[in-house]
């Protein structure tokens, strides 16, 4: 239901043509899409041992970027490749959105005729509403919520990067299939990340201290990358750091939530934990956009800033922690 919402929120984000009613059908998109997020990753913990969830949590993180870097590519051939114009207008923007749809679509028909709750699932039967859900809030472990307040600011720092960077590429007269195939090597590169190196680090005891340090050398990247001359070379080398540290920060992150979560409330805690990242998805490009106007650099140095105080919250909660483990 949630990808079937998705597919009509772009469908009509592509064809109404009004400002604003533009935004109504990318909220329609939003909230399909992320109500689908959420599911998988609360059914891959459920099905999942402690012990190897990071790893499946990294598999999840990196079909999904993967899959979003093809997505990007495939665009970009839509509406640059001569044939493909000649046969269906794709250089018209309205008609990749009509295609995304359609395919969309057809992947939800596969679900519904493949997909059975899988045995082992482990169901609450109690209903939720939204104002319990807010209440659990409320009453989340302090650690959490701060680890939580983290996660929207570094996700403010993420999603400036990816969303300003096409406009960036736009500026410096990059065509949209260079700006395709860039996006498609940092899905290849997280996706070779997250197989190789991502389950080493989900073995790892001191996993919130890894975390921290992934932030520190995120902004250093970050600092770097845009303050270079060479900016293409700098974004297929240097940056693709950052693309490795996000892959291996990810599976981190969700792990530490759901190890802190009570048995039989993993759908319920995603949830919480995806209203944090939309938070962060929300005040990014709205902030982002006035700093870019003044100047470019100062919103990708927004970010890395964003990253720092997301580190020093996680400061905070390994404080947290350790108090908690003294007094127990």
């Given at each position: 239901?949630?990808?079937?919402?998705?597919?009509?929120?772009?469908?009509?984000?592509?064809?109404?043509?009004?400002?604003?009613?533009?935004?109504?059908?990318?909220?329609?998109?939003?909230?399909?899409?992320?109500?689908?997020?959420?599911?998988?990753?609360?059914?891959?913990?459920?099905?999942?041992?402690?012990?190897?969830?990071?790893?499946?949590?990294?598999?999840?993180?990196?079909?999904?970027?993967?899959?979003?870097?093809?997505?990007?590519?495939?665009?970009?051939?839509?509406?640059?490749?001569?044939?493909?114009?000649?046969?269906?207008?794709?250089?018209?923007?309205?008609?990749?959105?009509?295609?995304?749809?359609?395919?969309?679509?057809?992947?939800?028909?596969?679900?519904?005729?493949?997909?059975?709750?899988?045995?082992?699932?482990?169901?609450?039967?109690?209903?939720?509403?939204?104002?319990?859900?807010?209440?659990?809030?409320?009453?989340?472990?302090?650690?959490?919520?701060?680890?939580?307040?983290?996660?929207?600011?570094?996700?403010?720092?993420?999603?400036?990067?990816?969303?300003?960077?096409?406009?960036?590429?736009?500026?410096?007269?990059?065509?949209?299939?260079?700006?395709?195939?860039?996006?498609?090597?940092?899905?290849?590169?997280?996706?070779?990340?997250?197989?190789?190196?991502?389950?080493?680090?989900?073995?790892m005891k001191k996993q919130l201290f890894t975390i921290g340090l992934l932030q520190v050398l995120s902004a250093v990247i970050v600092f770097i990358v845009f303050r270079a001359n060479q900016f293409l070379l700098m974004v297929?080398?240097?940056?693709?750091?950052?693309?490795?540290?996000?892959?291996?920060?990810?599976?981190?992150?969700?792990n530490f939530i759901a190890k802190e979560a009570k048995e039989g409330t993993y759908g319920g805690i995603m949830g919480v934990r995806q209203s944090f990242v939309s938070i962060g998805m929300v005040l990014g490009p709205l902030?982002?956009?006035?700093?870019?106007?003044?100047?470019?650099?100062?919103?990708?140095?927004?970010?890395?800033?964003?990253?720092?105080?997301?580190?020093?919250?996680?400061?905070?909660?390994?404080?947290?922690?350790?108090?908690?483990?003294?007094?127990?």
């Amino acid at each position: 239901m949630g990808l079937l919402a998705y597919s009509f929120g772009q469908f009509g984000f592509g064809y109404v043509g009004d400002g604003i009613w533009m935004v109504f059908f990318r909220l329609i998109s939003g909230l399909g899409v992320i109500s689908a997020l959420t599911l998988y990753m609360s059914a891959l913990i459920e099905l999942s041992e402690p012990t190897n969830r990071g790893k499946y949590f990294a598999y999840l993180a990196a079909s999904s970027t993967l899959g979003a870097s093809v997505g990007y590519a495939l665009g970009g051939f839509l509406n640059t490749n001569q044939a493909m114009i000649n046969l269906f207008n794709t250089d018209h923007y309205p008609v990749i959105f009509l295609i995304q749809a359609i395919t969309n679509t057809l992947y939800v028909i596969f679900i519904g005729l493949t997909f059975k709750d899988p045995k082992g699932m482990v169901m609450n039967k109690e209903k939720q509403s939204v104002l319990k859900g807010l209440k659990n809030v409320i009453k989340m472990d302090p650690k959490l919520f701060v680890f939580l307040i983290s996660l929207s600011l570094i996700t403010i720092g993420s999603t400036n990067l990816s969303k300003y960077i096409d406009v960036y590429f736009d500026d410096l007269g990059y065509t949209t299939q260079a700006l395709g195939n860039f996006v498609m090597a940092t899905g290849i590169v997280s996706l070779i990340a997250s197989v190789l190196i991502v389950p080493f680090f989900a073995r790892m005891k001191k996993q919130l201290f890894t975390i921290g340090l992934l932030q520190v050398l995120s902004a250093v990247i970050v600092f770097i990358v845009f303050r270079a001359n060479q900016f293409l070379l700098m974004v297929y080398t240097v940056y693709m750091i950052y693309v490795i540290l996000k892959a291996i920060y990810t599976p981190l992150e969700q792990n530490f939530i759901a190890k802190e979560a009570k048995e039989g409330t993993y759908g319920g805690i995603m949830g919480v934990r995806q209203s944090f990242v939309s938070i962060g998805m929300v005040l990014g490009p709205l902030i982002g956009g006035f700093i870019y106007e003044i100047k470019p650099l100062y919103l990708f140095d927004f970010s890395a800033i964003t990253f720092l105080i997301g580190m020093a919250l996680l400061i905070i909660v390994y404080l947290m922690k350790k108090k908690q483990s003294t007094t127990s």
